[in-house]
């Protein structure tokens, strides 16, 4: 290998290795939310369901996005380890996540804009 071709790959790991850590900075901040719904209650039945459909999707959606940022960590990691890269390597598309989150928040919304905080 020469140095140029090294540093590429170098180069590379260090930038998945950046990813990784933004996927699991964004898992942790889930992951306060959810502790942040904690404090929430309902004023009606519905408040009290929708208060904890909020409070597990949170929670839910925050070890998802850790999960799959590691898988994708570990997928890159060991294309960039291969003499070769394929053309496809088994990567786990992350295309409905948005998605989830969007209506995630939007749910969030309605939960507190209808809910009454406790201290």
């Given amino acids: 290998m020469d140095a140029m071709f090294r540093m590429t790959r170098l180069s590379a790991d260090l ?7 933004a996927w699991q900075r964004t898992g942790l901040a889930y ?17 009290n369901v929708a ?24 997928s890159i990691k060991n294309l960039l380890m291969t003499p070769e890269p394929p053309q496809k390597f088994g990567r786990i598309s992350n295309a409905p996540l948005p998605i989830a989150v969007m209506l995630l928040f939007l749910f969030g919304i309605i939960v507190t804009g209808t809910q009454q905080w406790e201290k």
């Avoid at 930038?15 to 850590?21: A, F, K, S």
């Avoid at 942040?36 to 039945?45: D, R």
């Avoid at 409070?55 to 999960?67: K, S």
């Fill in 51 to 74: 208060v904890k459909i909020a409070f597990f999707g949170f929670l839910i959606i925050g070890a998802l996005i850790t999960a799959l940022g590691y898988n994708h960590y570990i």
């Fill in 31 to 47: 992951i306060r939310t959810f502790f942040a719904f904690l404090v929430l209650s309902g004023t009606s039945p519905f408040g």
């Fill in 15 to 21: 930038g998945n290795e950046r990813n990784w850590l």
